[in-house]
């Protein structure tokens, strides 16, 4: 039996050596992760279509999710330039709003190709490399609209529940193989993307109102909140946990307040 009483105190959070690639790791949720990971200690590449926001020390790697060739060639190239991979965080999606109406199958093949295949071939061009690590995670970042129905997002929330089952299905995939596979369900976040959506309103300061209040917590998800709790997933503090969805949604999910004037 190990004496753990005289084990040199470690903190299970810090990522000191361990090597990371970010996708969609230039803005919003992906750029608050990638630094929080390197402030941690990891040493981390961001793979993106324009990797220009991003900034020292982060690696920057231009690259296409919807190009498998693009794909390919941008791991390899975080590979060598990191000296292996321990961590994945597939980060990289777009939005799309609308009922099942609105959006032609132009634009359901764009958002499943990019939100769900993009992840598929990250993953599987960094599964040769992760399986060598002795501290193998991938973390996918997926919604509450996969767990929710929310208005005028069908399509959206179609390719995020497409993300959860994909994690489960990595996860007991690749559990034997020494790869933790896990998604973080963030809320409405406070990132670019719902800053456009909330530009492109009618009325921003009433749609924004609206977002905060369908959030228990009555505000938006900030970028910081879901990078901790990817950190936590893909640090060694996680190291029995496989096969989860993370909620970061202020409890959108799981609370089912009464209005403030009923309580």
Do not use: F
Not at 81 to 91: A, C, H
Not at 98 to 123: C, I, K, P, Y
Not at 138 to 165: D, E
Not at 250 to 257: D, N, T, V
């Amino acid at each position: 039996m190990t004496d753990r009483t005289s084990a040199p105190d470690t903190d299970p959070n810090r990522l000191d050596g361990l090597k990371a690639l970010v996708t969609g790791g230039a803005s919003g949720i992906g750029l608050a992760t990638a630094r929080l990971l390197a402030a941690r200690g990891a040493d981390v590449a961001v793979l993106d279509l324009d990797p220009s926001g991003a900034r020292a020390p982060l690696h920057r790697i231009k690259a296409d999710v919807s190009d498998d060739t693009s794909v390919r060639e941008g791991v390899g190239a975080a590979v060598e330039r990191l000296g292996g991979l321990d961590i994945l965080v597939n980060n990289a999606g777009i939005g799309a709003s609308g009922t099942v109406e609105d959006n032609d199958d132009a634009q359901w093949h764009r958002v499943l190709d990019v939100n769900v295949l993009g992840m598929v071939r990250t993953t599987r061009a960094a599964l040769p490399h992760l399986r060598r690590s002795a501290h193998a995670a991938v973390v996918n970042t997926c919604s509450i609209a996969a767990t929710a129905g929310l208005p005028q997002r069908a399509l959206y929330s179609a390719s995020k529940g497409a993300v959860l089952s994909l994690t489960l299905a990595m996860a007991a995939d690749h559990v034997r193989e020494g790869v933790r596979v896990n998604c973080v369900n963030p809320g409405t976040a406070d990132t670019p993307w719902v800053g456009r959506l909330l530009d492109a309103a009618d009325d921003p300061q009433a749609e924004r109102a609206a977002l905060n209040a369908r959030q228990p917590m009555g505000r938006l998800v900030s970028a910081e909140e879901v990078a901790a709790a990817i950190a936590y997933l893909a640090s060694p503090a996680a190291a029995s946990v496989t096969g989860t969805a993370l909620a970061v949604d202020g409890g959108m999910q799981g609370l089912r307040l009464r209005p403030a004037a009923a309580r």
